[in-house]
């Protein structure tokens, strides 16, 4: 790192601790424009023996502690550029270059898992029906389906999945370290929509990365990292996905489908079937051509929605219809069901009678002849 840059991340670092409390807000609004300062950071945790790592470490968990939003999503941005330097270090055996991004990382994850009076927090997560309609479809989309007893039942109902409680965690073990990554995720795609442009580069490099070293495709890149390979588990690579997805629909389609194949091609490796899935659902979604979207405009995920029609037919049979039919024949005077029948039955017999009045009056005309 130059004089000139590593002076930039010196102010930024001591630009805070002097700053009065009325005046983090502002602050924290401002911090929006220095790209300059942005880029060196990350120029400060790819590099694991810089002599800044550590206190701008302590200098993101203060303002992820501090309680102000924009110093949170500050915070957020630098969360894949982090992940992929803890697990390089890890994966070249260098523990004692990680202490400081182990202590951030662990420090963000056990303030989300609490709520503001200190309580474990259990999040809720509610499952769509595809009887009703969403941006992503029209029941009427899928043709008509059975209206039967069971169905009925559970018409109204939804069904919450909740996660958690989850558990402290003091420090990374080969058992919890992925669960511990997994939530981080979980809390960057929360707020991935609040990332810059910056951010969503280094995802996709993270998970470019991550899936493709120690592989035969890495000898295709122009990555000089690591060799080795990085264990993963599905539940992190799923989430890995859903980033790429909103990447690839918000100005980084190049890097976002590269992501996206090297994430298949490690899951096809190591048969998860989960990340295969999602993986091969958001492949086949994707259009032809890239997408000219500006980097700069709202960010969104582009949808084909049905065109809207009528959902129910006018011939079709309501409960409705049913309270509104009333049984009337040709405005005359309604007919109890006695009478209905009575009427049937006579008409019925006067049929009978004049059909066999035209069989038998001939066999008795001959009768008599004879």
Same mark, same amino acid.
């Given at each position: 790192?130059?004089?000139?840059? $590593?002076?930039?991340? =010196?102010?930024?670092?001591?630009?805070?601790?002097?700053?009065?409390? *009325?005046?983090?807000?502002?602050?924290?609004?401002?911090? $929006?424009?220095?790209?300059?300062?942005?880029?060196?950071?990350?120029?400060?945790?790819?590099?694991?023996?810089?002599?800044?790592?550590? %206190?701008?470490?302590?200098?993101?968990?203060?303002?992820?502690?501090?309680? =102000?939003?924009?110093?949170?999503?500050?915070?957020?941005?630098?969360?894949?550029?982090?992940?992929? +330097?803890?697990?390089?270090?890890?994966?070249?055996?260098?523990?004692?270059?990680?202490?400081?991004? =182990?202590?951030?990382?662990?420090?963000?994850?056990?303030? =989300?898992? #609490?709520?503001? !009076?200190?309580?474990?927090?259990?999040? +809720?997560?509610?499952? %769509?029906?595809?009887?009703?309609?969403?941006?992503?479809? !029209?029941?009427?989309?899928?043709?008509?389906?059975?209206?039967?007893?069971?169905?009925?039942?559970?018409?109204?109902?939804?069904?919450?999945?909740?996660?958690? %409680?989850?558990?402290?965690?003091?420090?990374?073990?080969?058992?919890?370290?992925?669960?511990?990554?997994?939530?981080?995720?979980?809390?960057?795609?929360?707020?991935?929509?609040?990332?810059?442009?910056?951010?969503?580069?280094?995802?996709?490099?993270?998970?470019?990365?991550?899936?493709?070293?120690?592989?035969?495709?890495?000898?295709?890149?122009?990555?000089?990292? /690591?060799?080795?390979? /990085?264990?993963?588990?599905? !539940?992190?690579?799923?989430?890995?996905?859903?980033?790429?997805?909103?990447?690839?629909?918000?100005?980084?389609?190049?890097?976002?489908?590269?992501?996206?194949?090297?994430?298949?091609?490690?899951?096809?490796? !190591?048969?998860?079937?989960?990340?295969?899935?999602?993986?091969?659902?958001?492949?086949?979604?994707?259009?032809?051509?890239?997408?000219?979207?500006? $980097?700069?405009?709202?960010?969104?995920?582009?949808?084909? /929605?049905?065109?809207?029609?009528?959902?129910?037919?006018?011939?079709?049979?309501?409960?409705?219809?049913?309270?509104?039919?009333?049984?009337?024949?040709?405005?005359?005077?309604?007919?109890? #069901?006695?009478?209905?029948?009575?009427?049937?039955?006579?008409?019925? +017999?006067?049929?009978?009678?004049?059909?066999?009045?035209?069989? /038998?009056?001939?066999?008795?005309?001959? #009768? *008599?002849?004879?």
């Amino acid at each position: 790192m130059m004089a000139a840059d $590593k002076g930039v991340v =010196e102010e930024w670092l001591s630009e805070f601790k002097t700053l009065p409390e *009325i005046s983090i807000s502002s602050y924290a609004s401002s911090l $929006k424009g220095k790209s300059t300062l942005v880029s060196e950071l990350y120029t400060v945790i790819s590099e694991s023996l810089s002599e800044l790592l550590e %206190p701008v470490c302590h200098q993101l968990f203060e303002f992820y502690r501090s309680g =102000e939003f924009e110093l949170k999503r500050f915070t957020l941005q630098f969360v894949p550029e982090l992940v992929w +330097s803890y697990l390089s270090v890890i994966s070249s055996r260098n523990m004692h270059r990680s202490g400081c991004i =182990e202590a951030l990382l662990l420090g963000i994850y056990n303030l =989300e898992i #609490v709520d503001k !009076e200190g309580g474990t927090k259990v999040l +809720s997560f509610t499952v %769509p029906s595809l009887s009703k309609p969403s941006v992503y479809h !029209e029941p009427s989309s899928f043709g008509s389906m059975a209206l039967t007893e069971g169905a009925l039942s559970r018409h109204g109902l939804t069904r919450v999945v909740h996660a958690g %409680p989850y558990c402290q965690r003091e420090t990374f073990t080969a058992q919890n370290r992925f669960e511990v990554l997994t939530f981080l995720l979980l809390c960057y795609n929360a707020a991935i929509v609040y990332v810059p442009c910056h951010s969503l580069q280094s995802l996709c490099r993270m998970c470019s990365r991550i899936c493709v070293n120690g592989f035969p495709r890495k000898l295709q890149k122009k990555y000089e990292n /690591i060799s080795s390979r /990085i264990r993963v588990s599905p !539940e992190f690579m799923v989430h890995m996905l859903t980033a790429v997805y909103y990447a690839i629909y918000n100005g980084e389609w190049e890097l976002g489908c590269k992501a996206l194949d090297d994430v298949l091609y490690r899951a096809q490796l !190591e048969m998860f079937p989960e990340p295969l899935l999602v993986g091969n659902a958001i492949k086949n979604t994707l259009p032809s051509s890239a997408l000219k979207s500006s $980097k700069n405009a709202p960010r969104s995920i582009q949808v084909e /929605i049905t065109p809207t029609s009528s959902r129910i037919s006018r011939n079709a049979v309501t409960s409705l219809s049913i309270r509104g039919h009333r049984w009337k024949r040709n405005g005359k005077k309604k007919m109890s #069901v006695r009478q209905v029948d009575r009427a049937t039955y006579e008409k019925s +017999s006067n049929v009978m009678f004049n059909n066999c009045y035209k069989i /038998i009056c001939p066999m008795l005309h001959k #009768v *008599i002849q004879f």
